[in-house]
Protein backbone atom coordinates (compact mmCIF):
# COMPACT_ATOMS: atom_id res chain seq x y z
CA UNK A 1 0.00 0.00 0.00
CA UNK A 2 2.90 2.34 0.72
CA UNK A 3 5.95 2.38 -1.32
CA UNK A 4 9.55 4.22 -0.97
CA UNK A 5 11.84 4.99 -3.67
CA UNK A 6 15.15 6.66 -3.36
CA UNK A 7 17.69 8.42 -5.55
CA UNK A 8 20.62 10.40 -5.60
CA UNK A 9 23.44 8.22 -4.68
CA UNK A 10 26.15 7.40 -6.68
CA UNK A 11 30.01 7.87 -6.64
CA UNK A 12 31.78 10.96 -5.39
CA UNK A 13 35.12 11.97 -4.13
CA UNK A 14 36.03 12.82 -0.71
CA UNK A 15 35.09 16.23 0.14
CA UNK A 16 32.33 16.09 -2.35
CA UNK A 17 28.64 16.26 -1.70
CA UNK A 18 25.61 13.76 -2.79
CA UNK A 19 21.72 14.75 -2.13
CA UNK A 20 19.50 11.75 -1.49
CA UNK A 21 15.60 11.79 -1.99
CA UNK A 22 13.05 10.08 -0.93
CA UNK A 23 9.31 9.96 -2.23
CA UNK A 24 6.99 8.09 -0.24
CA UNK A 25 3.47 7.03 -2.26
CA UNK A 26 0.63 4.83 -2.09
CA UNK A 27 -2.51 4.75 0.33
CA UNK A 28 -0.49 7.78 2.97
CA UNK A 29 -3.14 9.07 5.39
CA UNK A 30 -0.03 10.87 7.16
CA UNK A 31 3.74 10.57 7.96
CA UNK A 32 5.38 10.93 11.10
CA UNK A 33 9.37 10.90 11.25
CA UNK A 34 11.12 10.24 8.68
CA UNK A 35 14.59 9.61 8.06
CA UNK A 36 17.44 8.17 6.53
CA UNK A 37 19.26 4.75 7.65
CA UNK A 38 22.58 3.54 6.16
CA UNK A 39 24.80 0.01 6.32
CA UNK A 40 28.14 -0.41 5.16
CA UNK A 41 29.39 -3.55 4.35
CA UNK A 42 29.91 -6.01 7.16
CA UNK A 43 28.08 -3.44 9.55
CA UNK A 44 24.99 -3.18 11.21
CA UNK A 45 22.46 -0.36 10.06
CA UNK A 46 22.68 3.12 11.70
CA UNK A 47 20.69 5.52 11.98
CA UNK A 48 22.38 9.07 10.02
CA UNK A 49 18.99 11.84 10.65
CA UNK A 50 15.69 11.97 11.09
CA UNK A 51 13.13 14.42 11.51
CA UNK A 52 9.40 14.58 12.59
CA UNK A 53 6.36 16.12 10.40
CA UNK A 54 7.05 19.11 12.69
CA UNK A 55 10.87 20.15 11.23
CA UNK A 56 12.35 18.56 14.73
CA UNK A 57 15.99 16.59 13.69
CA UNK A 58 18.64 14.60 15.18
CA UNK A 59 21.85 13.34 13.69
CA UNK A 60 24.25 11.20 14.61
CA UNK A 61 27.33 12.66 16.02
CA UNK A 62 29.27 11.32 13.01
CA UNK A 63 27.28 13.30 10.87
CA UNK A 64 26.52 16.34 12.25
CA UNK A 65 27.66 19.70 10.75
CA UNK A 66 28.18 17.93 7.04
CA UNK A 67 24.74 16.34 6.67
CA UNK A 68 20.92 18.54 6.63
CA UNK A 69 18.43 16.40 6.45
CA UNK A 70 14.47 17.98 5.59
CA UNK A 71 11.27 17.20 4.38
CA UNK A 72 8.62 18.49 1.98
CA UNK A 73 5.31 17.22 3.47
CA UNK A 74 3.32 18.38 0.88
CA UNK A 75 5.02 16.14 -1.58
CA UNK A 76 5.82 12.99 1.31
CA UNK A 77 9.78 13.55 0.30
CA UNK A 78 12.59 13.32 2.86
CA UNK A 79 15.88 14.83 1.63
CA UNK A 80 19.09 14.01 2.84
CA UNK A 81 22.24 16.40 1.87
CA UNK A 82 25.67 15.50 2.14
CA UNK A 83 28.37 17.57 2.40
CA UNK A 84 32.25 17.03 2.78
CA UNK A 85 31.51 13.50 2.23
CA UNK A 86 34.30 11.17 3.69
CA UNK A 87 35.26 7.55 2.80
CA UNK A 88 33.59 6.13 5.74
CA UNK A 89 30.29 7.79 4.39
CA UNK A 90 30.67 4.89 2.08
CA UNK A 91 27.09 2.69 2.33
CA UNK A 92 24.20 1.60 1.52
CA UNK A 93 21.54 4.85 2.03
CA UNK A 94 18.30 3.59 3.54
CA UNK A 95 14.68 6.15 3.58
CA UNK A 96 12.21 5.20 6.57
CA UNK A 97 9.14 6.24 7.25
CA UNK A 98 6.47 5.77 10.27
CA UNK A 99 3.10 6.11 7.72
CA UNK A 100 -0.23 5.65 8.99
CA UNK A 101 -2.36 4.53 5.44
CA UNK A 102 -5.68 4.08 4.95
CA UNK A 103 -6.34 1.69 1.59
CA UNK A 104 -9.64 -0.08 3.12
CA UNK A 105 -8.54 -1.00 6.90
CA UNK A 106 -6.36 1.96 8.18
CA UNK A 107 -3.20 0.98 10.07
CA UNK A 108 0.77 2.34 10.83
CA UNK A 109 3.73 0.94 8.92
CA UNK A 110 7.73 1.58 9.24
CA UNK A 111 8.37 1.33 5.79
CA UNK A 112 11.44 1.22 3.72
CA UNK A 113 12.92 1.99 0.86
CA UNK A 114 14.96 0.02 -1.44
CA UNK A 115 17.84 1.60 -0.73
CA UNK A 116 20.43 3.59 -2.47
CA UNK A 117 24.68 3.00 -2.65
CA UNK A 118 26.75 6.05 -1.95
CA UNK A 119 30.26 5.64 -2.58
CA UNK A 120 32.94 8.10 -1.68
CA UNK A 121 36.25 7.72 -3.13
CA UNK A 122 39.77 8.92 -1.36
Known amino acids: QVQLVESGGGLVQAGGSLRLSCAASGSIFSINAMGWYRQAPGKQRELVAAITSGGSTNYADSVKGRFTISRDNAKNTVYLQMNSLKPEDTAVYYC????????????????WGQGTLVTVSS
Open 96 to 111: NADVYYCSGPCGALDA
